[in-house]
């Protein structure tokens, strides 16, 4: 996090601004995939294997959530979570 010092009204003010990329697990894995298409790349790596085929992304991918998905593919969630953490995600549910 980055710390912007901010002047107005002959008062300085410090706010924090979080700096880095973000996921919003209520969104579908297509919205996430037009957002940031790295996601895909770090979804693979977790189990979700069939994710990479653009049919699947294109049809199941329009449905499917992570949590939802992670409960399909007996993935845990934490586990998603923490690797998407480690990629310098931040996480919104």
Same mark, same amino acid.
């Given at each position: 996090m980055y710390i912007l010092n &901010?002047?107005?009204?002959?008062?300085?003010?410090? $706010?924090? =601004?979080?700096?880095?990329?973000?996921?919003?697990?209520?969104?579908?894995?297509?919205?996430?995939?037009r957002e940031s298409p790295e996601i &895909?790349?770090?979804?693979?790596?977790?189990?979700? $294997?069939? =994710?990479?085929?653009?049919?699947?992304?294109?049809?199941?991918?329009?449905v499917m959530t992570i949590p939802k998905g992670a409960i399909m593919k007996g993935i845990e969630l934490k586990k998603i979570k923490d690797e998407f953490t480690k990629k310098g995600y931040n996480i919104k549910e």
């Open positions: &901010i002047i107005a009204k002959n008062r300085e003010h410090k $706010e924090v =601004i979080p700096v880095g990329k973000s996921i919003d697990f209520s969104k579908t894995v297509y919205e996430l995939w &895909i790349d770090i979804m693979k790596d977790l189990g979700f $294997e069939s =994710i990479t085929s653009q049919i699947m992304l294109n049809t199941a991918g329009r």
